[in-house]
């Protein structure tokens, strides 16, 4: 089945792949909870430094690390996007008791002792005796010997931890029984009082580089100590990582991994702390060549170790936030991360958290399109987390994959829906994402026809200055007369961002890029139509402003009035069809217009039709180009007498909002009264002649354009006309391009309202202009005309078409095939859905699953994203 097919392609663009990886066994890597207690109430830390090797600098540094986990006092402290401590503790506050009650969020400095006496050959019981006089301690007596001083003892407290920090200088009795202390951090009980056991924790400065506790900084050069100290700033991991585990498994029956191993928060992720230089990205701080990871209180900076965050499964230096339930809405024009999207975890040092949908909307109702760039972006590449931007919150058939490797994103509409999901899985690898946006406030083509005024681009109106613009203001003067434009300012980007002019031809007359003064801005005086172009390459610009004058501005009427054609007439070939059309003469030559409401007749004067100016030939009618004083228009002569237009006007009427559906501008009759349509002039011509004459003109990126134009009059037509329209030939001789390029589907003249009941076993009429619309997709991708439809559709098979186009056999030659993958998936995507066009509209079997216009335009819709999220 082809529509099976392009579903499962849609999908395939939805849904990146599963992920292959097997996902850990959650039961042993997690952290399980076995009943004992947990420090829910304020914490005081108390600390036993023992040896003479300190410097109060490097002790300093510890009591700040400490002081630091208590997230309430960064109230001063200026978010840098670097984790502090205090997020750290976050981490940590995760873990619970049996009453649900989370660790505590505060942790104080205790009593601190200091033992400065024979540290050399120390035995475990001289380590016990020194911990038990600093609860003992009395400053009268000076009990605990003279080489014990306390700034007051140690108290027995229930939420107390007692550290035992030995410098660099003491040595350790060499016995088994002492060997212990060779570890970097290890754990005691000792009767302090009679009958009162306390735990204490003890760790160790490093005595050199070479000794394990200095692992850290040891043999990486491209490591800085934070603190100037590796023996301090080493220390400080130890003194932070027991104080964590001290408060979740301080008796051994708190949180730790049900594996056998009994590894904590702490140690479930020591590992990390000896990865090389894949290791976890670090912040450095080049001019005092440092390194850190978080940040603490009165500007100290520390490295320490991850700590295992239960919610992503993972290590981490800072609590993975999670979206709310409800979108954010955004609803400036312009936004970076204050405001913004993202998902940026602390500047790459974190994972995202697994299991989360988040939503933002993004709504500025001026919008003509929002553009997004994206700054940074690393989400896992075996997962299946994802971005996706969408058009509609409900139709996930708009919606976009960000792709990984794309940089710019434009979405022509004035609200969009960004997502971002993650699955159950995260790796240190899945680090975020961040998008800045802006709305572009106008696009394609603005028509004047007001005597004077002001455009402007500026941001000062609060408008976004975004890359992409192309806009145009077309200043609608009669031929000849006067048009007076003049700057008021400019300041865009240099040689990047440009105002240019044209005129009535679309000949650049000048241009004007970078920064004005005031006695320099450009004053011009033109005439006829005159456009105004604006487009830019750079988001960095404030823009410009201009005042117009259009001494005679061209009729502007929404309302189709019958016309009168006043024409002087000069043809010199043989064939003189049009010599009828003379109502009046002007004797003068001189050209008159006036229009009349109260008999609803305008007066179009139309200087002279010559048969050079023929520009159409269909079965019907012909088309010429004309002058009239209201500038270009084509007008339609049907050759048949008896033939009628009521219903091709009726129909070009209601439609004539749509900006791809060519405009009546009026009507009349001829002097043998055959009838005759006055359309818009189209400056460019037919898509066939364009495609076979200058089809190297025509890029992938306007051809792209061109179908989404003419796909949407299509769906005009068949879904927002009352009752629908069949179109019945659509051909790219009747898709009419603009000076822009931009499309407008003409030829209309056997256009109908669908017969409202559809013949059993027929093909129905709305499937014959999709199954046309397919073939003028074709065109596009090869840029040859598909002269004989019956044959193709009788030979080519859509594996034929799919293959070749896969290929890039059968795309336009005079075009370069893209290299990039997505651009050729787009071609390809772009193949699929004429294929499908083709091959299943005019299946009479099973006429619901026939492709319907609206699918196929969210199908082009996607094939354009794919298409331009590659190019930026
Ligand atoms: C430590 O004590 C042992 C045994 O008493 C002795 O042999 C050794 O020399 C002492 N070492 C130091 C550095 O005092
Ligand atoms: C400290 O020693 C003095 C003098 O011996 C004694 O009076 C005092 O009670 C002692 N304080 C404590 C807390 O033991
Ligand atoms: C930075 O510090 C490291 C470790 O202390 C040292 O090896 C390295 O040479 C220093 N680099 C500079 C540029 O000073
Ligand atoms: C987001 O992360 C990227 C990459 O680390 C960084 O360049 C950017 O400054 C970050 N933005 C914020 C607001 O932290
Ligand atoms: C601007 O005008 C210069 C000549 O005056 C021309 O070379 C250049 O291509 C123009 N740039 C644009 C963007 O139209
Ligand atoms: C434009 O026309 C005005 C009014 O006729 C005249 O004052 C001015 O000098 C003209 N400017 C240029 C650049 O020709
Ligand atoms: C022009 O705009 C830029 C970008 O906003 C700004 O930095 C610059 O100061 C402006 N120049 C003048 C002369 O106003
Ligand atoms: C343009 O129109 C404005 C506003 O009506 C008027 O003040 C100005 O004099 C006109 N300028 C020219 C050159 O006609």
């Not at 070939?573 to 109260?598: C, E, H, M, Q, T």
């Not at 002569?637 to 009521?646: G, I, P, S």
Request: with cysteine.
């Amino acid at each position: 089945m082809v529509h099976g097919f392009f579903l499962t392609a849609l999908l395939v663009l939805l849904f990146l792949p599963q992920s292959l990886c097997l996902s850990p066994d959650e039961s042993s890597i997690n952290l399980y909870y076995h009943g004992g207690k947990i420090m829910t109430k304020p914490v005081t830390v108390y600390l036993l430094w023992v040896g003479t090797g300190w410097k109060e600098s490097g002790r300093e540094a510890i009591r700040n690390a400490l002081t630091s986990l208590t997230s309430s006092r960064y109230h001063n402290v200026k978010d840098s996007g670097v984790p502090t401590l205090g997020n750290w503790w976050e981490i940590i506050r995760q873990y619970r008791d049996g009453d649900n009650v989370p660790v505590t969020d505060r942790v104080d400095l205790g009593a601190e002792c200091f033992y400065t006496g024979t540290e050399l050959n120390m035995t475990q019981d001289q380590v016990f005796d020194i911990a038990k006089s600093a609860f003992n301690w009395n400053s009268s007596e000076g009990s605990g010997g003279k080489f014990l001083s306390c700034t007051r003892p140690f108290e027995m407290n229930k939420y107390g931890i007692y550290h035992v920090v030995f410098s660099y200088t003491a040595m350790f009795f060499d016995s088994p029984e002492q060997w212990k202390f060779m570890d970097c951090s290890g754990k005691f009980a000792i009767e302090a009082s009679a009958g009162m056991m306390v735990n204490v924790v003890w760790q160790r400065e490093p005595q050199n580089a070479a000794d394990i506790c200095s692992m850290l900084f040891n043999g990486k050069s491209y490591l800085g100590p934070p603190n100037g100290n590796e023996k301090i700033d080493s220390l400080v991991g130890y003194v932070l990582g027991n104080t964590a585990v001290e408060v979740t498994n301080g008796d051994g029956r708190g949180w730790s991994r049900n594996d056998g191993t009994g590894m904590t928060v702490s140690n479930s992720c020591a590992s990390l702390m000896w990865r090389e230089m894949d290791g976890p990205p670090l912040f450095k701080d080049t001019t005092r060549n440092v390194s850190f990871n978080v940040v603490g209180l009165n500007g100290y900076r520390y490295m320490v170790p991850y700590v295992w965050d239960q919610k992503i499964s993972n290590c981490a230096l800072k609590y993975s936030e999670t979206c709310g339930a409800k979108a954010v809405i955004l609803k400036q024009p312009k936004g970076y991360l204050s405001t913004g999207i993202t998902v940026n975890h602390t500047n790459g040092l974190q994972p995202y958290a697994p299991n989360q949908k988040c939503v933002w909307k993004i709504e500025c109702p001026k919008a003509k399109f929002i553009s997004f760039s994206i700054n940074y972006l690393s989400i896992a590449a075996d997962s299946n987390d994802q971005i996706l931007i969408c058009e509609s919150k409900s139709d996930r058939a708009k919606c976009s994959v960000i792709p990984s490797n794309a940089r710019r994103f434009k979405l022509f509409s004035s609200k969009s829906y960004i997502e971002f999901r993650t699955d159950n899985q995260v790796s240190l690898e899945s680090r975020g994402w961040e998008i800045s946006f802006s709305a572009g406030l106008c696009n394609g083509r603005k028509d004047l026809y007001d005597r004077d005024g002001s455009i402007s681009y500026t941001t000062s109106t609060s408008i976004s200055y975004v890359e992409g613009l192309s806009c145009q203001w077309v200043l609608n003067g009669k031929p000849g007369t006067p048009v007076s434009v003049s700057f008021t300012y400019i300041n865009i980007s240099k040689n990047l961002d440009f105002v240019a002019i044209y005129d009535g031809k679309m000949q650049l007359i000048a241009n004007f890029t970078g920064f004005y003064s005031v006695s320099d801005l450009p004053r011009m005086n033109l005439s006829g139509v005159v456009t105004i172009a604006f487009s830019t390459q750079t988001d960095k610009g404030e823009g410009w402003s201009a005042n117009f004058n259009i001494s005679s501005p061209v009729n502007h009427n929404k309302k189709l009035w019958p016309v009168i054609i006043v024409a002087v007439l000069g043809f010199v070939a043989v064939i003189v069809p049009l010599a009828f059309v003379i109502l009046a003469l002007n004797k003068k030559g001189k050209l008159i217009s006036r229009r009349d409401s109260d008999e609803g007749l305008m007066l179009i004067t139309i200087d002279t039709i010559r048969e050079e100016n023929r520009i159409g030939e269909g079965p019907s009618a012909t088309v010429y180009r004309a002058v009239s004083n209201d500038g270009y228009i084509a007008i339609k002569c049907l050759r048949n007498r008896a033939a009628h237009t009521e219903l091709e006007q009726e129909i070009l009427l209601k439609c004539s909002s749509h900006p791809n559906i060519i405009s009546l501008v009026g009507h009349a009759e001829d002097g043998l009264r055959r009838h005759l349509l006055l359309f818009e002039f189209m400056g460019r011509g037919d898509l066939a002649w364009n495609l076979k004459e200058r089809g190297q003109n025509l890029n992938w990126d306007r051809r792209l354009a061109i179908a989404l134009q003419v796909c949407s009059a299509i769906q005009m037509l068949h879904m927002y006309v009352k009752p629908p329209v069949y179109h019945g030939n659509i051909i790219s001789e009747n898709v009419l391009l603009d000076e822009f390029c931009n499309a407008k589907l003409g030829g209309f003249g056997v256009a109908k309202y669908c017969s409202s009941r559809e013949n059993p076993g027929q093909p129905s009429e709305m499937a014959e202009d999709i199954w046309c619309f397919g073939l003028l997709l074709v065109e596009l991708l090869t840029g040859e005309p598909q002269v004989n439809k019956q044959a193709y559709k009788d030979s080519r098979s859509f594996e034929e078409i799919n293959e070749l186009v896969g290929n890039g056999v059968i795309i336009d030659r005079r075009l370069e095939i893209p290299n990039e993958r997505c651009k050729t998936m787009a071609l390809t995507k772009l193949g699929e859905i004429a294929n499908w066009c083709i091959d299943s509209s005019l299946r009479v079997e099973g006429d619901k699953n026939n492709p319907k216009i609206g699918d196929v335009l969210s199908g082009l819709t996607q094939v354009k994203h794919l298409f331009c999220s590659i190019s930026g």
